[in-house]
C-alpha cells in the first residue's frame, strides 16, 4: 500500500497545486471583503427576539454578497438547509399559473415532493405551478430543446442543480453555466435563471451569478460554513429577487430587517473564513482518492485530473458489499460515531434504503467528510469533504482497506 500511495502522490502533485492556488484565490478575497467591512469584535454579538438592527447579521450579507460577486444576500440560520433555501426560493418566486423548468433532468430526490413530483398537500404542484424538465445530453444541456420549449412556451423560472445528486450524470462546470445562461437569455430575458449551487462554492474562480444567472442556493453546513457553522444556508443574487425570497422566508413587508442571529454571527464569519482552506482540502481528498481508486480499478468520477465543479466524488463499485463496507470504513475513521456499525436504511425523501456515513460535529454536514450512496444498481459511493486533506487521506486508506 505504501508504494501506491507514493505512486499516487506523485501521480496527482500538479493537481494538488491547482488547488492550492484557488484556495489563495479565495483566501484573499475573503480577507479583502472583510478589511472593506471593517469586521471586528462587536459584530460577533447577535440579537433575539424580532432580530431588528442586527448589525454583524447584515455585515455578514454585505461580506457574502462581495465573495460571491451578486448584487445582494440573504445569510441566515433560520434556514435548515439548502434544500429548506431552495424551497423558500422557489416559494417566494413562483406564483401560480408559473411553470419552473430544470434544463437539467430530474433534480434531487429531496425536491420531488417540494415540486409536486411526488403528491405532497403543501407542493408547488398544490399550489397551481407547473414543472417540467429537460434532460441533459452526453453531460451537457440539450440547447435545441431549450430553445424550443422556450420559443412555444411562458416559463417563470429555469432551475439549474450544478452537482449531480444521487445520479451517474458529471455535475455542472461554471463554464457550461455561462454558455446556456447567455443562450437563454437571448430567447427570453426575463426568464429567472436559479441555480443550486450546492456543494460547489469556491471549487472555480467565479460564481453562477458572475457568469449570467440571476440567483443562487446554498448550504452552509457544505462548503461556504468551513465546518464551523452549525446550520444556515444563503440566497445570493439580484436585490429584487434576493428580497423576494426575504419576505417569504420571513414576513412581506419586513424581509431581511428581522431575524434574530441568536449568537451564530461568529460561527459564520469564522466558517467563511476557513472555507478556501476547507473546500481546498476537499478538493484534495477527492484527487487523492480518484487516483487510488483508479489505481485498483474502480471507475471514478471526476477522475483525479478532470475538472471539479464540487465536492462530490462518484466512486462504482457495481458491487453491494464492497459499497457498504468502504462507506462503512469512512465512518470508522470519522470524529464523531466511529465506533458506530452503520447499515442500510430509509431516509425521508428518497425511494431507496441509504448507507450514510457522517461522523460529523455538525448533523448532515457534507464538507467535514461524509460517504453515502443509496443500495441500489450500479452501487456507486459519493464521497464528499474533509476538514483538512490529511484526515481526508487517513479515511479513504482505511475505506480502500475495507474493500481490498
Do not use: W
Not at 129 to 158: A, G
Not at 198 to 222: A, Q, R
Request: include cysteine; aromatic fraction near 8%.
Amino acid at each position: 500500500m505504501n508504494e501506491l500511495v507514493e505512486k499516487v502522490d506523485l501521480k496527482i502533485k500538479d493537481e494538488i497545486e491547482k488547488v492550492d492556488k484557488l484556495e489563495e484565490f479565495y483566501s484573499l478575497k475573503i480577507l479583502e471583503a472583510f478589511k472593506k467591512f471593517k469586521v471586528s469584535e462587536s459584530d460577533f454579538h447577535g440579537t433575539t427576539g424580532y432580530g431588528y438592527n442586527d448589525f454583524g447579521r447584515d455585515k455578514i450579507e454585505l461580506i457574502f454578497a462581495d465573495v460571491l460577486g451578486c448584487e445582494k444576500a440573504l445569510v441566515r440560520g433560520q434556514f435548515i438547509s439548502g434544500t429548506h433555501a431552495l424551497t423558500v426560493t422557489l416559494f417566494g418566486l413562483l406564483r401560480p399559473g408559473d411553470t419552473l423548468l430544470s434544463i437539467c433532468g430530474k433534480p434531487y430526490d429531496t425536491l420531488d415532493e417540494v415540486i409536486g413530483i411526488r403528491e405532497n398537500a403543501s407542493s408547488l404542484k398544490s399550489f397551481g405551478i407547473n414543472y417540467q424538465e429537460i434532460d441533459l445530453v452526453n453531460n451537457d444541456f440539450d440547447y435545441s430543446k431549450i430553445k424550443e420549449y422556450l420559443e412555444n412556451n411562458k416559463c417563470k423560472v429555469i432551475e439549474i442543480q450544478r452537482s449531480k445528486g444521487y445520479s451517474t450524470r458529471k455535475s455542472i462546470g461554471i463554464e457550461k453555466i455561462r454558455e446556456v445562461s447567455k443562450f437563454i437569455k437571448e430567447i427570453n430575458k426575463d426568464v429567472i435563471i436559479m441555480v443550486d449551487n450546492c456543494y460547489c462554492e469556491f471549487t472555480e474562480y467565479e460564481t453562477p451569478v458572475e457568469v449570467g444567472c440571476d440567483i443562487m442556493v446554498g448550504s452552509l453546513i457544505k462548503n461556504l460554513g468551513g465546518g464551523i457553522a452549525p446550520n444556515g444556508a444563503y440566497v445570493a443574487g439580484r436585490s429584487d429577487l434576493v428580497e423576494i425570497v426575504a419576505d417569504r422566508l420571513t414576513v412581506p413587508g419586513q424581509g431581511m430587517e428581522v431575524g434574530p442571529s441568536l449568537g451564530m454571527n461568529k460561527l459564520i464569519l469564522q466558517g467563511l473564513y476557513m472555507a478556501p482552506s476547507v473546500v481546498a482540502s476537499s478538493l484534495k481528498t477527492n484527487i487523492f482518492a480518484s487516483s487510488m481508486l483508479e489505481e485498483l480499478g474502480y471507475l471514478t468520477e471526476p477522475r483525479y485530473n478532470e475538472e471539479h465543479p464540487d465536492i462530490v466524488l462518484n466512486i462504482t463499485f457495481k458491487d453491494e458489499s464492497k459499497l457498504i463496507n468502504f462507506v462503512q470504513g469512512i465512518q470508522e475513521s470519522s470524529a464523531i460515531d466511529s465506533y458506530l456499525t452503520i447499515m442500510p436504511t430509509d431516509m425521508p425523501g428518497y425511494d431507496s434504503k441509504i448507507i450514510m456515513a457522517s461522523g460529523s460535529f455538525t448533523q448532515g454536514s457534507s464538507i467535514e467528510i461524509s460517504c453515502d450512496g443509496p443500495i441500489r444498481e450500479p452501487y456507486i459511493a459519493y464521497l464528499q469533504g474533509s476538514l483538512t486533506y490529511q484526515y481526508g487521506r487517513i479515511a479513504v486508506l482505511n475505506a480502500i482497506k475495507r474493500i481490498s
